[in-house]
Every structure is written in structure tokens, then in C-alpha cells.
T-cell receptor, first 111, second 116 residues
Framework: KQEVTQIPAALSVPEGENLVLNCSFT??????LQWFRQDPGKGLTSLLL?????REQTSGRLNASLDKSSGRSTLYIAASQPGDSATYLC??????????FGTGTRLTVIP | GAGVSQSPRYKVAKRGQDVALRCDPI?????LFWYQQALGQGPEFLTY????????KSGLPSDRFFAERPEGSVSTLKIQRTQQEDSAVYLC??????????????FGNGTRLTVT
């Protein structure tokens, strides 16, 4: 079974800092990898989806990279803002339409 | 609709009661997924529909869990004889792609089930 790990579990940074969230997965035979954010009491909002043939995707201040061979993905957030405070989840997507989620990184950006 | 809608938002059930959770996916979305998210954990897959067909139910934890999507749009997740370990947030997601893997999943806000 695919195991997904996210490090760190929690992160607190001052506003304006750049930061990196890490995601690792045990089975490199993934179809896609997707990053989500989850606000307290809310569902998941899709941030970036990286297909297995791609190495990175960018959206605004967010950049996600994927290295299938090493089983790793990173989410880079530039110039962090208090509104970025949320839990960030990565999910490895298998060809069977399953998403295997990590337990998330809880980010707090301090004004 | 504008997004995936789930109801009720919160549900409290006494142990042994049956519950039904509803999901309205984005109009026209072919794929529909149900996930269970325990406190402090990532969501875990329960079941997957492509239109009205339930193609994968390998994540359903027991035969007390049943899901349907009879007309290929609205889906209902039913839990019979609820147990305390069923307490969790139940998330529904839909995607445009029939394969569900090349287009992003869009999640609802979930139903928080508490079994007392």
C-alpha cells in the first residue's frame, strides 16, 4: 500500500518568509501528485496537480516539484502571508483513481 | 453548481442509529469519491463512482457502510448501526475526467459525524 509522509507536521514562520513543505511516497508508480490546502472545518482546496510526466507546476506564489524516482515532492511558498495559514496536504494518485494522503503540514504565518 | 455540496454539515447520532450523508457533485462531473478523515489525519479513500457505476469500494471499512449514486449525479453514503469509531469527517469529491486522474478533484466541506 502506498504510504505518504509529510514533514514537518507543523511549521510557524514570520510573514514574508519563503518556505518549503515536503512530501514523500513509498511507491514511485504514481499517476499524478496533487497538493491541497485545508482550512479548519473546511474541505480541501486543490492547489496544484503534477502529472507523472511533469517535474513541476507553478501557480502564483506556489511552486510544486515532483521527483518520482526518489519518491518526493515539495511545495514552495514564496513571500508567505497570514492568509496562507492552513494545513497543506499532498496526495499520491494511483492509476486506480485512489488518492493516498499524507497527514499534512499545519502552517502558521505570523503577521 | 458552483462547487461540491454536502449535507448535513454536522450530524450527531447515537450508537446503533443509521445515518445518511448526501453529496451533490459539480454538475457534469463524471467521477465521485468518498473519503473519511479522522481528527488530525489525512483523508482515507472509501469508494469511487464513475457516473452511476461503483467501480471501487475497497476502502469501505465494513459492510455497515454503503454508497450509491443511482442517477450518476447525487450520491448518498449510508452507515448502518453506527459505532463510535465511525466518528469522523466524511468528504465527497468530484472530478470532470472519467478517469479521475488527469483533472483535479474538487472537495466539498464535508459532513462531521459524531457518534455518541
Amino acid at each position: 500500500k502506498q504510504e505518504v509522509t509529510q514533514i514537518p507536521a507543523a511549521l510557524s514562520v514570520p510573514e514574508g518568509e519563503n518556505l518549503v513543505l515536503n512530501c514523500s511516497f513509498t511507491d514511485s508508480a504514481i499517476y499524478n501528485l496533487q497538493w491541497f490546502r485545508q482550512d479548519p472545518g473546511k474541505g480541501l482546496t486543490s492547489l496544484l496537480l503534477i502529472q507523472s510526466s511533469q517535474r513541476e507546476q507553478t501557480s502564483g506564489r506556489l511552486n510544486a516539484s515532483l521527483d518520482k524516482s526518489s519518491g518526493r515532492s515539495t511545495l514552495y511558498i514564496a513571500a508567505s502571508q497570514p492568509g496562507d495559514s492552513a494545513t497543506y496536504l499532498c496526495a499520491a494518485i494511483t492509476g486506480a483513481n485512489n488518492l493516498f494522503f499524507g497527514t499534512g503540514t499545519r502552517l502558521t504565518v505570523i503577521p | 453548481g458552483a462547487g461540491v455540496s454536502q449535507s448535513p454539515r454536522y450530524k450527531v447520532a447515537k450508537r446503533g442509529q443509521d445515518v445518511a450523508l448526501r453529496c451533490d457533485p459539480i454538475s457534469g462531473h463524471v467521477s465521485l469519491f468518498w473519503y473519511q478523515q479522522a481528527l488530525g489525519q489525512g483523508p482515507e479513500f472509501l469508494t469511487y463512482f464513475q457516473n452511476e457505476a461503483q467501480l471501487d469500494k475497497s476502502g469501505l471499512p465494513s459492510d455497515r457502510f454503503f454508497a450509491e449514486r443511482p442517477e450518476g449525479s447525487v450520491s448518498t453514503l449510508k452507515i448502518q448501526r453506527t459505532q463510535q469509531e465511525d466518528s469522523a469527517v466524511y468528504l465527497c469529491a468530484s472530478s470532470r475526467s472519467g478517469q479521475g486522474t488527469n483533472s483535479p478533484l474538487h472537495f466539498g466541506n464535508g459532513t462531521r459525524l459524531t457518534v455518541t
